[in-house]
């Protein structure tokens, strides 16, 4: 093959891959498509952490919903402080506003996400095909996805990273590397940094034999990371004993499903996928290979026996996603590379076809995957917490009502995205399932508003309510939006 060959082979396969990135921006777009606020609950709970820690200057910073405890700094069992000071310094140097961040950003993490898969599987030649997958990793309310600006998303970028570090490398950089990747997990989201570990165990006893130093400066760039972090050791031991409580399952979370939602072809791609890597063999090979059982092997004890750790293992689903998809890029890149035998292709009178027929078959399984995928994808529902009136309302009051008006209340359901947005504290909030307090919340704005010594005894000074407030001590300062008279 000619320079020129090669170089218009490479120019082709970036041509792909720049449209994989872009499937990949579009399905993280699609719950943003006519919504330009952040979608799930918990992305509001980080903006709101965000902003407080920004505001702080410094990662320990009051709880930004109600105030009455701090939140600790990285060295404490603030498990997402890492994340927040990301996304806090994400807002700072670029300027680019929340909403921006929060409407944008998941698509560009999941193509960068997309791209660490194409650098892992390229040197196995099938990157297109691991990229391509990786984009069908969905999104739902249940178990989060990349379509959200949530920890998990961003830890999924670096599991293929680490992957490609282990699997290429044997250098005391690379190894320094993987010790900064897992770091940096820890402090962002402790089940993303679990999950590569456990992929990457079989790889480490797989070298045990043949190459004991490169096990061993994995194992330490795995492991060392905890070491620094002393409310890790006082986690261990209570975790260990959550391993062996059976755990109630939530019923809209299970396997089938899930698998159902990523697709059954390719699921049926993936297990090819597997088949193909290990007749190829060689140890990275193995190491996807049985990094993708372990993970489904855990997975299927969870969701069978109950045993284990909720958040791990619901999160989990997403790192065994990455994982098949990775796969089943072999599978697919397998089927691309097929050729019609030459006595049968000498008999066609079609030489593109005879030349081209893996990639012509690859080809249709694309378009047929995109066809079964992306209406699924597209029809998913999200909830949303507030709509554009609610919006422009919250922005009024944190740049009209002064700081000697501290807390609000307001719909609980709505008062998350109240606080991200104005930095004002509240009564009360719903996060997963009502509460007693909510349940005042509703009695409260469902009797107009009248109740003046409730607002008195919880220190409430804001009022949002879509329903006319009747109360006399309520100042009405614009639509839907009081103030408590000072008392006199």
Same mark, same amino acid.
């Given at each position: 093959?000619?320079?020129?060959?090669?170089?218009?082979?490479?120019?082709?396969? /970036?041509?792909i891959?720049?449209?994989?990135l872009?499937?990949?921006f579009?399905?993280?777009?699609?719950?943003h498509?006519?919504? =330009?606020?952040?979608?799930?609950?918990d992305?509001?709970v980080h903006?709101?952490h965000?902003?407080?820690?920004?505001?702080?200057?410094g !990662?320990?910073y =009051?709880?930004?919903?109600?105030?009455?405890?701090?939140v600790?700094?990285?060295?404490s069992?603030?498990?997402?402080?890492g994340?927040?000071?990301?996304?806090g310094?994400?807002?700072e140097?670029?300027?680019?506003?929340?909403? !921006?961040i929060?409407? /944008?950003?998941?698509g560009v993490m999941?193509?960068?996400?997309?791209?660490a898969?194409?650098?892992l599987?390229?040197?196995g030649?099938?990157g297109?095909g691991?990229a391509?997958?990786?984009c069908?990793?969905? !999104?739902?309310v249940?178990?989060?996805?990349?379509?959200?600006?949530?920890p998990?998303?961003?830890g999924?970028?670096f599991t293929?990273l680490?992957?490609?570090?282990?699997?290429n490398?044997?250098t005391?950089?690379?190894?320094?590397l993987?010790?900064?990747?897992?770091?940096f997990?820890?402090?962002?989201?402790a089940p993303?940094?679990?999950?590569p570990?456990?992929v990457?165990i079989?790889?480490i006893?797989l070298h045990?034999?043949?190459?004991f130093?490169h096990s061993?400066g994995?194992?330490?760039g795995?492991?060392?990371?905890?070491?620094p972090f002393?409310?890790?050791?006082r986690?261990?031991?209570?975790?260990?004993?959550?391993?062996f409580?059976?755990?109630?399952?939530?019923t809209?979370?299970?396997?089938?499903?899930i698998l159902?939602t990523?697709?059954?072809?390719?699921?049926?791609?993936?297990?090819?996928?597997?088949?193909?890597?290990a007749?190829?063999?060689?140890?990275?090979?193995?190491g996807?290979?049985?990094g993708l059982?372990?993970?489904?092997v855990?997975l299927?004890?969870y969701?069978?026996?109950?045993?284990?750790?909720?958040?791990?293992?619901?999160?989990?689903?997403?790192?065994?996603m990455?994982?098949?998809?990775?796969? =089943?890029?072999?599978?697919?890149?397998?089927v691309?590379?097929l050729r019609?035998?030459?006595?049968i292709g000498?008999?066609?009178?079609?030489?593109?076809?005879?030349?081209?027929?893996?990639k012509?078959l690859?080809?249709v399984?694309?378009?047929v995957?995109?066809?079964?995928?992306i209406p699924?994808r597209?029809?998913?529902?999200?909830?949303?917490?507030?709509?554009r009136?609610?919006?422009? =309302?919250f922005v009024?009051i944190r740049?009209?009502?002064?700081?000697? /008006?501290?807390?609000?209340i307001?719909?609980?359901?709505?008062a998350?995205?109240?606080?991200?947005i104005?930095?004002?504290k509240?009564f009360?909030r719903?996060?997963?399932?009502?509460k007693?307090?909510?349940?005042?919340? /509703?009695?409260f704005?469902?009797?107009?508003?009248?109740?003046?010594t409730?607002l008195?005894?919880?220190?409430?000074?804001?009022v949002?309510?879509?329903?006319?407030?009747?109360?006399p001590?309520?100042?009405?300062?614009?639509?839907n939006v009081?103030?408590?008279?000072?008392a006199e």
């Amino acid at each position: 093959m000619n320079v020129d060959t090669v170089n218009k082979t490479h120019r082709s396969e /970036y041509l792909i891959l720049v449209l994989i990135l872009m499937l990949a921006f579009y399905i993280a777009f699609i719950p943003h498509l006519k919504y =330009a606020y952040p979608v799930h609950i918990d992305e509001w709970v980080h903006l709101a952490h965000s902003e407080a820690l920004a505001e702080a200057g410094g !990662t320990s910073y =009051a709880d930004p919903f109600y105030g009455l405890s701090t939140v600790g700094g990285l060295l404490s069992p603030h498990l997402e402080a890492g994340f927040h000071l990301f996304l806090g310094t994400l807002h700072e140097i670029t300027g680019l506003s929340w909403m !921006t961040i929060f409407r /944008y950003f998941p698509g560009v993490m999941f193509a960068m996400i997309a791209l660490a898969a194409y650098i892992l599987g390229r040197r196995g030649g099938f990157g297109l095909g691991a990229a391509f997958f990786v984009c069908l990793i969905p !999104t739902t309310v249940g178990i989060m996805g990349p379509a959200f600006l949530v920890p998990v998303s961003l830890g999924l970028l670096f599991t293929p990273l680490i992957l490609f570090l282990a699997f290429n490398f044997r250098t005391v950089w690379s190894y320094l590397l993987i010790f900064v990747f897992i770091s940096f997990l820890l402090l962002m989201h402790a089940p993303s940094a679990i999950c590569p570990i456990i992929v990457l165990i079989p790889y480490i006893l797989l070298h045990i034999k043949g190459d004991f130093k490169h096990s061993v400066g994995v194992a330490l760039g795995l492991l060392l990371p905890f070491t620094p972090f002393p409310w890790i050791f006082r986690l261990v031991l209570p975790t260990v004993k959550e391993l062996f409580k059976a755990q109630e399952l939530v019923t809209y979370v299970d396997l089938p499903r899930i698998l159902y939602t990523y697709g059954y072809l390719p699921v049926a791609i993936c297990l090819f996928g597997v088949f193909i890597l290990a007749v190829r063999g060689g140890k990275r090979n193995y190491g996807l290979v049985l990094g993708l059982l372990v993970l489904v092997v855990m997975l299927l004890a969870y969701f069978t026996f109950g045993y284990g750790i909720p958040i791990l293992y619901y999160r989990g689903l997403m790192f065994m996603m990455l994982m098949m998809s990775i796969t =089943a890029g072999a599978g697919l890149m397998w089927v691309g590379d097929l050729r019609l035998p030459d006595r049968i292709g000498t008999g066609l009178r079609v030489p593109f076809i005879t030349q081209n027929i893996g990639k012509l078959l690859c080809l249709v399984l694309v378009v047929v995957i995109l066809v079964l995928c992306i209406p699924v994808r597209q029809s998913t529902p999200y909830y949303h917490l507030i709509d554009r009136q609610n919006y422009e =309302a919250f922005v009024w009051i944190r740049n009209n009502v002064g700081d000697e /008006y501290e807390k609000a209340i307001l719909d609980p359901w709505k008062a998350t995205a109240f606080v991200a947005i104005t930095g004002k504290k509240v009564f009360t909030r719903i996060h997963s399932y009502p509460k007693a307090a909510d349940e005042k919340a /509703y009695a409260f704005l469902n009797s107009g508003c009248s109740d003046t010594t409730f607002l008195r005894e919880n220190s409430i000074s804001i009022v949002y309510s879509l329903s006319p407030c009747s109360n006399p001590d309520l100042v009405m300062v614009r639509d839907n939006v009081y103030v408590l008279r000072k008392a006199e």
